[in-house]
Nanobody, 118 residues
């Protein structure tokens, strides 16, 4: 069972930046892919960005140019850098991981809240 713990959320002003981190309870080298999703109350979780074990990166069109994702194998972590934040970037950010060893298993973290301020 892989545990994912997100951190780095908080109150951010428009145009500001923050760095979200997702730390895994085991080596991220065992995880095929790691993702970040964002969710607003009453809505589905929306894809933000993903990074594969071998480095392939995908970013949602709605945030391209304002988001970067990276892996830190030494810390078993994946980071999401968010720049030029807008009010619509508010929400709970979740980390999601897929492990494929003997069959596929999916894991979710509990989320970290990002709130935009005026």
């Amino acid at each position: 069972q892989v545990q994912l713990v997100e951190s780095g959320g908080g109150l951010v002003r428009p145009g500001g930046s923050l760095r979200l981190s997702c730390e895994a309870s085991e080596s991220i080298e065992s995880l095929f892919a790691m993702y970040w999703y964002r969710q607003l109350p009453g809505q589905q979780r929306d894809f933000v960005a993903s990074i594969l074990r071998y480095g392939g990166i995908n970013v949602a069109d709605t945030v391209k140019g304002r988001v970067s994702i990276s892996r830190d194998s030494a810390k078993n972590a994946v980071h999401l850098q968010r720049n030029n934040l807008k009010s619509e970037d508010t929400g709970v950010y979740y980390c999601y991981a897929v492990r494929i060893i003997t069959g596929r298993k999916d894991y979710w973290g509990h989320g970290t809240q990002v709130t935009g301020s005026s």
